[in-house]
C-alpha cells in the first residue's frame, strides 16, 4: 500500500484501539504480544510525522474542552522496562496541548515519609483533579512489579502480617482495582499503556547512551543489574496486566522498539477516549449572551490610543 492510500487518522485510530486494548485480561499472554508490529500496512517513519501532528492537534482541541467543562479528567500511566521510551513518548506526544491542563508526576523509590503510610496514599494525592491530564511516568504498578521481582523491599514497609505470599499479592492487585474504579467512577478517565520493548532492543538502546556523551548521564549501573530480571519482570507485568486490565481502567500493550510508532499509538488512544467523551463547549450564562453584542460594539467604539 502506497503512502497516498493510507487510511484517514480516525480508522488509525480504531484499528490502534482494537489491536492493542487487553480486552479478554485473563488469557492475556505477554510473549504473544509484538514489540515492533505494524498494525497499518504503508504506515513508515516518514509518514507517520503528519498523523502524529494532526492526533496532537485534535488532543489540543480535546484537552480545551476538558478544561471548559471541568466535569472529567485523565490519568495516563506509563509503564515499561528501562529505556523503553515514557520519557519521550511524554515529551512528543503533550508537545501540542496546553501545559498548564497537564501535570507529569515521577514516582520514584519511596522515602521514609511515603513508606509510612500505604502504598497508595502518594499515588491518590497526585491523581488528577477535574478539568486536567496527569501523566504517572512509573505507578502504583512499581508495587507489583518492583516489589514483586525484589520482595526484600517489602521489608522497608512497616507491613502488619506476612508479606509476599500469593494472598499479599492478590490483596495488592485487589485494592489498585478499587483504587481505579474509584477514580473512574469521580470521572477520570484512566489510561495504562505497556510499552513493550524487546530485551534485544534495550541493549542497543543502552550502548547508544553509552557511545554518546550527551546521553552517558542517563546510564545507571542498575540497568544491566535489572537486566538479568528480564524474564521475572516479563512475568510480573503479565499478571499485572491480567488482574487489572478492566473496563474503566483498560490496559494497552503497546509494541515499542520503533519509538514513532508507541507514541503514534498512544496519542490515538488518548485522543480516542477523549472523543467518546463527547464534550462540548459550554453554554454562554444567559445573561452574558443576551448582551454580547453590547459588549461588541463597545469594544469596536474604542478609539486606538
Known amino acids: 500500500m502506497s503512502d497516498e492510500t493510507l487510511p484517514d487518522l480516525d480508522t488509525i485510530i480504531q484499528r490502534f484501539v482494537e489491536r492493542y486494548q487487553i480486552r479478554n485480561a485473563a488469557d492475556f499472554n505477554l510473549a504473544l504480544c509484538g514489540t515492533s508490529e505494524n498494525a497499518i500496512p504503508g504506515l513508515k517513519k516518514k509518514n507517520s510525522k503528519e498523523l502524529l501532528e494532526k492526533a496532537k492537534e485534535r488532543l489540543s482541541d480535546l484537552q480545551s474542552l476538558l478544561h471548559a467543562n471541568n466535569t472529567s479528567s485523565v ?15 511524554i515529551r512528543h506526544v503533550m508537545s501540542g496541548v496546553n501545559p498548564q491542563g497537564v501535570s507529569v508526576v515521577s514516582f520514584r523509590q519511596p522515602g521514609p515519609h511515603e513508606l509510612q503510610h500505604g502504598f497508595l496514599w502518594r499515588l491518590h494525592i497526585a491523581a488528577p483533579s477535574s478539568g486536567r491530564i496527569t501523566i504517572f511516568n512509573r505507578s502504583q504498578y512499581e508495587d507489583v512489579l518492583i516489589t514483586r521481582v525484589h520482595p526484600h523491599l517489602l521489608e522497608r514497609e512497616h507491613l502488619p502480617g506476612e508479606a509476599g505470599t500469593p494472598a499479599f499479592w492478590q490483596a495488592r492487585f485487589d485494592d489498585i482495582r478499587s483504587f481505579e474504579h474509584y477514580l473512574a467512577r469521580q470521572g477520570t478517565l484512566v489510561l495504562k499503556f505497556f510499552l513493550n520493548i524487546s530485551k534485544k532492543e534495550q541493549r542497543q538502546r543502552l550502548l547508544d547512551r553509552l557511545d554518546d556523551p550527551s546521553k552517558q548521564w542517563k546510564f545507571s549501573p542498575s540497568d544491566i543489574e535489572e537486566r538479568s ?19 474503566f481502567a483498560p490496559w494497552f500493550a503497546v509494541p515499542a522498539d520503533n519509538k514513532w510508532y508507541a507514541r503514534l499509538v498512544v496519542v490515538s488512544t488518548i485522543v480516542k477516549a477523549l472523543t467518546d467523551l463527547r464534550q462540548q463547549a459550554p453554554n454562554v450564562p444567559s445573561d452574558v449572551r443576551s448582551n454580547l453584542e453590547n459588549y461588541r460594539k463597545q469594544l469596536l467604539a474604542e478609539t486606538n490610543n
Do not use: F, P
Open 75 to 89: 490519568l495516563i500511566v506509563l509503564q515499561g522496562m528501562d529505556t523503553a521510551g515514557k520519557d519521550g513518548t
Open 229 to 247: 530480571y528480564w524474564d521475572d519482570y516479563q512475568n510480573a507485568y503479565q499478571d499485572a496486566i491480567r488482574q487489572t486490565s478492566t473496563d
